[in-house]
């Protein structure tokens, strides 16, 4: 079951955010970046999130 660790607006529906769940992973939903200059293989995307989030992502699971 995912638990939201972070997100950056009030809807909690339309804005990037971090999530974690028991596989010791954490989950980022973003902007999805396209990139000229970078290939990726298939099955995985580039995102884009504010450093603020990913800040705050990280001092909460530091607190964990």
């Known amino acids: 079951m995912l638990k939201t660790l972070?997100?950056?607006c009030t809807d909690g529906q339309t804005c990037p955010a971090m999530y974690t769940d028991d596989t010791e992973t954490v989950l980022v939903r973003g902007y999805v970046e396209t990139r000229p200059d970078l290939s990726l293989p298939e099955g995985?995307?580039?995102?884009r999130v504010p450093r603020?989030?990913?800040a705050e992502g990280a001092s909460r699971l530091a607190g964990q």
Request: net charge negative; charged share 20%.
């Open 52 to 54: 603020s989030l990913v």
């Open 44 to 47: 995985e995307a580039l995102v």
């Open 6 to 8: 972070v997100d950056s």
